[in-house]
């Protein structure tokens, strides 16, 4: 019998979809919710599902910005080619978000055990949104906002690639919340920085979903809930992206900082309550 049925994995799949790509923590909010149903959150096939329905969230970022990827795997296609075409940005920023993926797949395969085991705390999850916030509320503060797309350097996607591994040693900091955050701190515009961290996950969360796929299949999860969950997952995660180029291009994070420390201390009263454990 699986362990998360058709209606729960649609209730998943909706919750991933719309906190995936907002800096409010897809895994805090997956946990939460996982909880609340009465579904275990350390199990491993529990954990494997929430890993697999981020590829439909992904697949909602490949046909949004089906273009822009397009023009860039081009550019790289023809930069392999043509050593003249190693000068254009496209072809620069096709290989800074290769090198940019490496640190997080290198941390994922070695914490691997403490992630799914002692970091899967929803106690963690709290603690993370809430510090996360006071990161992310400082970020928007500090940054210039003066650097737009363009101007992104080697530097600017390794860094901010790598704050990725926050977020995955810490459920509930937000891998957008990580990368949107050290992007501000470079001076990036918020735009710029909410596209730099969807180009960023693209590979990053492709790669954990197909690699925890074996395991959300083999322990647990029947083909019926993770299909469902993730086809649910891309149609939210589709609007989600829209609303939020819209929404940062004239608002701060500041709604987002205190979304996330109500959730944090909702989460904290929760588990100090015994309602979640």
């Known amino acids: 019998m699986s362990v998360i049925n058709v209606g729960q994995a649609a209730v998943l799949g909706a919750v991933e979809g719309v906190t995936e790509f907002l800096p409010v ?55 392999l080619r043509n050593r003249d075409e190693r000068y254009h940005h496209d072809y620069k920023f096709a290989w800074w978000v290769i090198y940019a993926t490496i640190p997080i797949v290198i941390v994922g395969l070695a914490a691997k055990p403490l992630i799914e085991g002692p970091l899967a705390s929803l106690w963690v999850v709290a603690a993370s949104l809430i510090v996360g916030s006071g990161v992310m509320w400082a970020a928007d503060q500090m940054g210039r906002h003066k650097r737009g797309e363009d101007d992104t350097s080697f530097k600017d996607a390794m860094l901010v690639g790598s704050s990725q591994i926050l977020a995955l040693l810490f459920p509930g900091f937000s891998r957008s919340g990580a990368t949107m955050s050290t992007a501000l701190i470079l001076d990036l515009d918020r735009v710029a920085a909410t596209r730099l961290s969807f180009f960023l996950g693209i590979p990053a969360l492709t790669g954990a979903g197909l690699y925890e796929l074996k395991d959300a299949l083999g322990t647990g999860v ?23 180029l819209k929404f940062v291009a004239k608002h701060s994070f500041n709604a987002f900082v205190i979304y996330r420390i109500v959730i944090g201390v909702l989460l904290l009263g929760l588990l100090g309550t015994g309602v979640l454990s």
């Open 25 to 79: 923590s897809s895994t805090g909010h997956l946990k939460i919710t996982e909880g609340l149903m009465g579904i275990p959150v350390d199990d491993n096939a529990v954990v494997g599902f929430s890993a697999v329905i981020q590829v439909g969230a992904i697949a909602a970022v490949l046909v949004y910005f089906f273009k822009d990827i397009v023009r860039i795997v081009s550019a790289w296609g023809r930069g």
């Open 222 to 244: 029947g083909v019926a809930p993770l299909a469902v969950g993730t086809i649910v997952s891309f149609v939210v995660a589709y609007g989600s992206i829209s609303w939020l």
